[in-house]
């Protein structure tokens, strides 16, 4: 007799779909997370000894992808929380690699975007596809939240590089990735580009627009605001929590 654990651990078993639909609010919804993650995670770190806030993100960090791994389907809270944790740790992980163990801007660019496209030729290999709409077994459920890591990583350090080595600051690089975002969707609307292709181009720079737009309003330097981090996390988290809860009640209403 077949084992009900076996089949319900199994990488190939068939789940309701995993990941929500892709519209308008998602993306709101996903540059808001971004943004909240790059200052709340600057916060915990100058307000908590470093090696505890870290710990703690990652403890966090864990435990949401648990969850989310073992929700039999989409659920939104549980889904946002997991992309929420991701945007802190991933950011702490790659201030790590720029400003703890020193790696220059554009090689740990260069490095997380050989990653990912590791990642991504692992994934297609292995499936056959890039779609998030098939993100309906455990094993591609793995392969979309390593992605989903990875972008965020990258993202990270070419919000800084952007804003830093190529020294147009906050502001700049804010316009800068708001027209790198809009470019995949207007070639996926007006000149045929697969919408896989397009998704995935315009989800890595959610990352630096989000963060480069928060770090605007917080930064102390001369091309910030200084408004503070946690002022800033609190006005990103607040519209970020209305409008998952109006997903939220979407899906329920469905």
């Known amino acids: 007799m077949t084992n009900p654990t076996a089949l319900t651990n199994s990488p190939l078993r068939s789940l ?25 995670s600057d916060f915990l770190v100058k307000h908590l000894n ?13 435990i949401a992808l648990v969850i989310q791994f073992r929700s039999p389907r989409y659920q939104v809270w549980t889904y946002w929380t997991a992309v929420v944790m991701v945007a802190i740790f991933g950011t702490m992980v790659a201030d ?14 260069l490095v997380f975007a050989a990653l990912l496209a ?11 596809t890039l779609d998030v709409h098939t993100i309906n077994t455990r094993r591609r459920e793995g392969f979309y939240w ?31 990735f708001a027209v790198a975002i809009a470019v995949p969707a207007l070639a996926w609307r007006y000149t045929g580009l697969n919408p896989v292709i397009a998704f995935w181009a315009a989800y890595v720079v959610t990352r630096p627009l989000g963060a480069s737009m928060t770090d605007w309003f917080a930064s102390d330097r001369s091309d910030g605001l200084n408004l503070g981090t946690g002022w800033v996390t609190l006005a990103a988290t607040l519209p970020m929590l209305a409008l998952i809860a109006l997903l939220n009640r979407r899906s329920r209403s469905a």
């Open 146 to 176: 390593t992605t989903v890591m990875v972008t965020f990583a990258l993202g990270t350090v070419l919000g800084d590089f952007t804003a830093a080595a190529l020294h147009l600051g906050y502001l700049l690089s804010t316009v800068l």
């Open 50 to 62: 470093p090696a505890l806030a870290v710990g703690g993100a990652l403890a966090a960090f864990v």
């Open 118 to 128: 590791g990642v991504f030729g692992l994934w297609y290999r292995t499936e056959g």
């Open 16 to 40: 309701p779909a995993k990941v929500p639909q892709i519209t308008a609010l998602f993306w709101v919804i996903k540059v808001l997370s971004t943004g909240m993650g790059e200052t709340f």
């Open 96 to 109: 790590i690699v720029d400003f703890v163990i020193g790696i220059p801007l554009a090689v740990s660019s």
